[in-house]
């Protein structure tokens, strides 16, 4: 087991401002070196001619060519509209003008 004590526990719960009972740092320190040991492990199967991998499965651009298709003119886009004017829709207004 990684050699993480209570004292080290404590030392890190007071740099932390963290207030911690007596069984709580016993529990704390089990744990973190559980943690440790484990990373310890995973680092120690990862070795030099292990290559990095941010994902399981290769990824790859499933985007679309960005090509220009049918574009409505100002008529078009404004045939639905409940007013409009000067080529734009017309809204009613929310904020007060002074």
Do not use: C, W, Y
Not at 64 to 79: I, K, N, P, W
């Amino acid at each position: 087991m990684a050699a993480i004590n209570r004292d080290d526990v404590a030392h890190l719960a007071q740099l932390a401002h963290i207030e911690m009972s007596d069984d709580e740092l016993d529990r704390m320190a089990t744990e973190l070196a559980v943690i440790v040991d484990s990373v310890k492990s995973v680092s120690e199967a990862a070795g030099a001619d292990v290559p990095a991998t941010s994902h399981p499965i290769p990824l790859t651009n499933v985007m679309r060519e960005d090509v220009v298709g049918h574009v409505l003119t100002v008529e078009e886009a404004l045939s639905g509209a409940p007013d409009a004017a000067s080529g734009r829709f017309k809204v009613p207004a929310i904020l007060e003008e002074s």
